[in-house]
Protein backbone atom coordinates (compact mmCIF):
# COMPACT_ATOMS: atom_id res chain seq x y z
CA UNK A 1 0.00 0.00 0.00
CA UNK A 2 1.49 3.59 -1.30
CA UNK A 3 2.05 5.59 2.24
CA UNK A 4 2.92 9.44 2.16
CA UNK A 5 4.32 11.71 4.61
CA UNK A 6 3.26 15.14 5.03
CA UNK A 7 5.78 18.31 5.65
CA UNK A 8 3.36 20.68 6.62
CA UNK A 9 5.46 23.69 7.30
CA UNK A 10 7.75 23.10 4.01
CA UNK A 11 8.28 24.32 0.95
CA UNK A 12 7.38 21.14 -0.73
CA UNK A 13 5.10 17.84 -0.43
CA UNK A 14 6.87 14.66 0.59
CA UNK A 15 5.57 11.54 -1.80
CA UNK A 16 6.87 8.32 -0.24
CA UNK A 17 5.40 5.41 -1.94
CA UNK A 18 6.20 1.81 -0.20
CA UNK A 19 4.86 -1.27 -2.76
CA UNK A 20 1.36 -2.63 -3.11
CA UNK A 21 2.41 -6.35 -2.52
CA UNK A 22 5.23 -8.16 -1.59
CA UNK A 23 8.39 -7.40 -3.14
CA UNK A 24 9.01 -8.53 -6.82
CA UNK A 25 9.64 -7.04 -10.36
CA UNK A 26 6.93 -5.57 -10.49
CA UNK A 27 6.99 -3.65 -7.51
CA UNK A 28 7.56 0.22 -7.10
CA UNK A 29 9.54 1.96 -4.21
CA UNK A 30 9.95 5.70 -4.39
CA UNK A 31 10.51 8.74 -2.29
CA UNK A 32 9.67 12.55 -4.35
CA UNK A 33 9.52 16.05 -3.23
CA UNK A 34 7.36 18.01 -5.02
CA UNK A 35 8.13 22.03 -5.18
CA UNK A 36 5.23 24.83 -4.15
CA UNK A 37 7.17 27.02 -3.11
CA UNK A 38 7.04 29.18 -6.62
CA UNK A 39 2.96 28.31 -6.67
CA UNK A 40 0.23 31.07 -5.57
CA UNK A 41 -2.19 27.84 -3.84
CA UNK A 42 -4.67 30.46 -3.36
CA UNK A 43 -5.29 30.71 -7.09
CA UNK A 44 -6.75 27.61 -9.20
CA UNK A 45 -3.89 27.82 -11.60
CA UNK A 46 -1.59 27.38 -8.82
CA UNK A 47 -3.50 24.18 -7.69
CA UNK A 48 -3.79 23.09 -11.25
CA UNK A 49 0.08 23.64 -11.48
CA UNK A 50 0.67 21.79 -8.38
CA UNK A 51 -1.81 18.74 -8.98
CA UNK A 52 0.30 18.29 -12.53
CA UNK A 53 3.44 18.21 -11.24
CA UNK A 54 2.41 15.56 -8.55
CA UNK A 55 0.79 13.49 -11.17
CA UNK A 56 3.82 13.78 -12.97
CA UNK A 57 6.09 12.55 -10.05
CA UNK A 58 3.28 9.92 -9.30
CA UNK A 59 3.23 8.48 -12.99
CA UNK A 60 7.01 8.68 -13.47
CA UNK A 61 7.52 7.00 -10.26
CA UNK A 62 5.31 3.92 -10.54
CA UNK A 63 5.95 3.29 -13.29
CA UNK A 64 7.17 -0.23 -13.94
CA UNK A 65 7.93 -1.19 -17.47
CA UNK A 66 5.76 -3.95 -17.55
CA UNK A 67 3.15 -4.99 -19.86
CA UNK A 68 1.66 -7.85 -18.52
CA UNK A 69 -1.90 -7.62 -17.03
CA UNK A 70 -0.42 -7.66 -13.51
CA UNK A 71 2.83 -5.30 -14.03
CA UNK A 72 -0.16 -2.57 -15.58
CA UNK A 73 -2.51 -3.72 -12.74
CA UNK A 74 0.33 -2.78 -9.80
CA UNK A 75 1.26 0.49 -11.89
CA UNK A 76 -2.42 1.77 -12.00
CA UNK A 77 -2.65 0.70 -8.42
CA UNK A 78 0.09 2.36 -7.28
CA UNK A 79 -0.55 5.68 -8.95
CA UNK A 80 -3.98 5.68 -7.37
CA UNK A 81 -3.00 5.35 -4.09
CA UNK A 82 -0.07 7.87 -4.05
CA UNK A 83 -2.65 10.51 -5.84
CA UNK A 84 -4.77 9.48 -2.63
CA UNK A 85 -2.04 10.18 0.16
CA UNK A 86 -0.91 12.85 -1.69
CA UNK A 87 -4.59 14.72 -1.72
CA UNK A 88 -3.79 15.42 2.10
CA UNK A 89 -0.53 16.68 1.84
CA UNK A 90 -2.45 19.30 -0.99
CA UNK A 91 -5.18 19.55 0.83
CA UNK A 92 -2.95 21.17 3.52
CA UNK A 93 -0.18 23.06 1.20
CA UNK A 94 -3.70 24.99 0.08
CA UNK A 95 -4.87 25.46 3.05
CA UNK A 96 -2.19 26.66 4.89
CA UNK A 97 -1.24 28.94 1.73
CA UNK A 98 -5.20 30.63 2.41
CA UNK A 99 -4.32 31.25 5.58
CA UNK A 100 -0.92 32.62 5.34
CA UNK A 101 -3.19 35.26 2.86
CA UNK A 102 -5.13 35.99 5.46
CA UNK A 103 -3.04 36.94 8.00
CA UNK A 104 -0.97 38.99 5.08
CA UNK A 105 -4.41 40.70 4.68
CA UNK A 106 -5.21 41.08 8.49
CA UNK A 107 -1.39 42.19 9.39
CA UNK A 108 -1.60 44.82 6.26
CA UNK A 109 -4.75 46.26 6.96
CA UNK A 110 -4.50 50.52 8.02
CA UNK A 111 -5.26 51.29 11.29
CA UNK A 112 -7.92 53.83 11.27
CA UNK A 113 -6.72 57.06 13.19
CA UNK A 114 -7.91 57.54 16.63
CA UNK A 115 -10.94 60.31 16.66
Not at 31 to 42: E, P, Q, R
Not at 78 to 83: L, P, S
Amino acid sequence: MAKLTALFAAPALVLIAAPAVAAGPNTTDFDASVAHDDLDLTTENGVAVLDQRVKTIIRRNCANGGRDSVSLRLERQCRATAFARAETQIRVAIANANLNRVRLASTNTPVAPEA
